[in-house]
């Protein structure tokens, strides 16, 4: 994929090791991955960056995905992908109501990932 066409992907998760491994997982799939591991660091790179596509953990350790996902949509309607160890149908019902248009359980396979991020059209950057 040549590098303008490249897909830009915030990664919020703050477990290190999977955050790590989702990272790697995504950018070898040709996505341009910034990864965060905080509400506060998500901020930071959305600030300085226009991304198409959030990938969020929704309990992280200074706030919460749903939040996130409301505030950056307030600022550019972005796309996003909830991953969470909660799953019932509630948590399922509050990330789509934060705006996200997936949601994943923890744990999710690689392919689970991949077809949530083929599932809809994104804008390229």
């Given at each position: 994929?040549?590098?303008?066409?490249?897909?830009?992907?915030?990664?919020?998760?703050?477990?290190?090791?999977t955050?790590?491994?989702?990272?790697k997982?995504?950018?070898?799939?040709?996505?341009?991955?910034?990864?965060?591991?905080?509400?506060?660091?998500?901020?930071?790179?959305?600030?300085?960056?226009?991304?198409?596509?959030?990938?969020?953990?929704?309990?992280?350790?200074?706030?919460?995905?749903?939040?996130?996902?409301?505030?950056?949509?307030?600022?550019?309607?972005?796309?996003?992908?909830?991953?969470?160890?909660?799953?019932?149908?509630?948590?399922?019902?509050?990330?789509?109501?934060?705006?996200?248009?997936?949601?994943?359980?923890?744990?999710?396979?690689?392919?689970?990932?991949?077809?949530?991020?083929?599932?809809?059209?994104?804008?390229?950057?």
């Open positions: 994929m040549p590098e303008s066409q490249k897909i830009s992907i915030l990664l919020v998760e703050d477990h290190a090791a955050g790590r491994a989702v990272d997982y995504l950018s070898s799939m040709g996505y341009n991955v910034q990864l965060a591991a905080d509400v506060a660091s998500a901020r930071k790179l959305a600030a300085e960056n226009a991304f198409d596509v959030l990938v969020c953990d929704i309990q992280l350790p200074d706030g919460n995905g749903c939040d996130l996902m409301r505030e950056l949509n307030r600022k550019r309607l972005l796309p996003g992908i909830a991953i969470s160890g909660f799953a019932s149908e509630g948590d399922v019902e509050r990330s789509a109501r934060a705006g996200f248009i997936k949601h994943l359980a923890k744990p999710f396979s690689p392919e689970d990932l991949t077809v949530a991020l083929q599932s809809w059209p994104v804008p390229s950057s």
